[in-house]
């Protein structure tokens, strides 16, 4: 055993202990942060946000007041749910030939008088120029396809599927159409990657996905969200610091962190979540007030196609919901939103049954991997080619002591 589980455990002990000591002081805080909210009233808020500039952290601007809450609808009679899901391969230095993949899962649920379930996996294998990124017109400007951006390259190909399920929906039943996680392409914020390829990702990947979903919007009845379940955003706690804080934005890039502020009063929601705060503001079923994202990517790279969100108490936990703003400015597409999403939760325990399935064509588990490899591995050897693995590799599956 590598691992001293009795070392570990000691330090495991000393963190429970300090969050144990922590727990009351951030209570009370909880606390008192969901009253301000409540408390809040919207044309205060917004004035206070429209002054605001060039801070240390994220906030989000809300359509109206912080704390409210609104019930769902009724369900439509006849009505489907798409959704879509991926896992993928990394390239692997250690492998004989330089390969990923990307497996997409799909689900079409349609409910009413013809009820009707879909599963599917649609697998594909990368080599060779596949493995990278170039510039139109040039071979000397390349980006490899791996890590971080080979998930980038799955987020578009999920979106990308799920725009092909909608079109599998007779146009007269209401369709909400859901992913995994987020809308917004986070990681390409900042100058950690090259032009190339936010063009690849954004201006000649999700972008013109949600034009084309926007236009189909105008001639049937279709929602597309994202559900991104245990939220750890602080958006809106940070738009509720803003509104408590005194302190000029020069002093306030100098003292204070993405986490926290030293001042007072603005210090009230330090390190707290949205999702703890919306789980005291909302009652099982209900839905807070829509907020739209202040992210550099969206306001720099999205080009007009501006990401809404709502926080979802679905019974079970707290769940963040991103919509396009085409979605976002439909009240009957929102409320369509609401109710189909938290059906979907009540369907599946606490989850969208349909991305839980959805998930389950896509998962590539530590079997299926290992399976992959032995594949890879036959393939050559039929072919006559030479088959290796690097020595650390093969060191790894064998105990020396």
């Known amino acids: 055993m590598s691992l001293d589980f009795n070392k570990t455990l000691v330090q495991m002990a000393d963190v429970v202990s300090r969050m144990k000591t922590s727990q009351n002081d951030r209570n009370l805080r909880l606390s008192l942060a969901a009253k301000i909210m409540k408390a809040t009233r919207e044309n205060d808020l917004k004035e206070k946000l429209s002054l605001a500039k060039d801070r240390p ?21 006849e009505f489907a749910v798409v959704a879509v899901d991926g ?18 899962g799909t689900c079409i649920l349609q409910y009413g008088t013809q009820p009707n379930a879909h599963l599917g996996n649609y697998p594909k294998l990368y080599s060779d120029e596949g493995l990278y ?12 396809i791996e890590g971080p951006i080979l998930g980038f390259k799955r987020t578009i190909d999920e ?22 996680g987020s809308l917004v392409l986070w990681g390409l914020s900042g100058q950690g990657y090259p032009d190339l390829v936010r063009q690849e990702f954004l201006d000649k990947g999700i972008l013109p996905i949600l034009a084309n979903l926007k236009q189909v919007a105008q001639n049937r009845t279709i929602s597309v969200a994202a559900y991104v379940s ?3 955003s602080t958006e809106v706690v940070n738009a509720l610091r803003l509104y408590l804080c005194d302190t000029n934005a020069v002093e306030c890039k100098r003292s204070c962190s993405n986490r926290m502020s030293p001042f007072k009063p603005c210090d009230l929601p330090n390190e707290l979540l949205d999702r703890e705060l919306f789980d005291i503001l909302l009652k099982p079923g209900q839905r807070s007030e829509l907020f739209f994202t202040n992210s550099s990517i969206v306001r720099e790279h999205y080009n007009g196609h501006q990401i809404y969100f709502f926080y979802l108490n679905n019974g079970q936990e ?27 939760c009540y369907k599946g325990r606490g989850y ?18 290992q399976t992959f490899k032995d594949m890879l591995s036959s393939a050559l050897t039929r072919q006559g080619l030479p088959t290796y693995t690097s020595e650390k590799t093969r060191s790894k599956r064998l105990a020396w002591l």
């Open 230 to 232: 245990l939220p750890r």
């Open 133 to 144: 990124l170039t510039e139109h017109g040039t071979t000397t400007r390349e980006v490899a």
């Open 352 to 369: 969208p049954v349909s991305i839980s399935e959805a998930h389950q064509q896509a998962v590539i588990n530590g079997s299926d991997r």
């Open 57 to 77: 952290f994220l906030w989000a601007n809300p359509s109206s007041e912080l704390g409210n809450g609104h019930s769902p609808t009724e369900l439509p009679e």
């Open 318 to 344: 707290i769940a963040r919901i991103e919509i396009p703003d085409w979605v976002a400015t439909n009240k009957t597409l929102v409320s369509l939103t609401h109710a189909l999403i938290l059906d979907q």
């Open 87 to 104: 896992s993928h391969i990394d390239v692997d230095r250690h492998l004989p030939v330089p390969c990923s993949l990307i497996n997409i």
């Open 159 to 180: 979106v990308r599927e799920l725009e092909k399920l909608i079109s599998e929906i007779p146009p007269t039943i209401p369709t909400l159409a859901l992913v995994d």
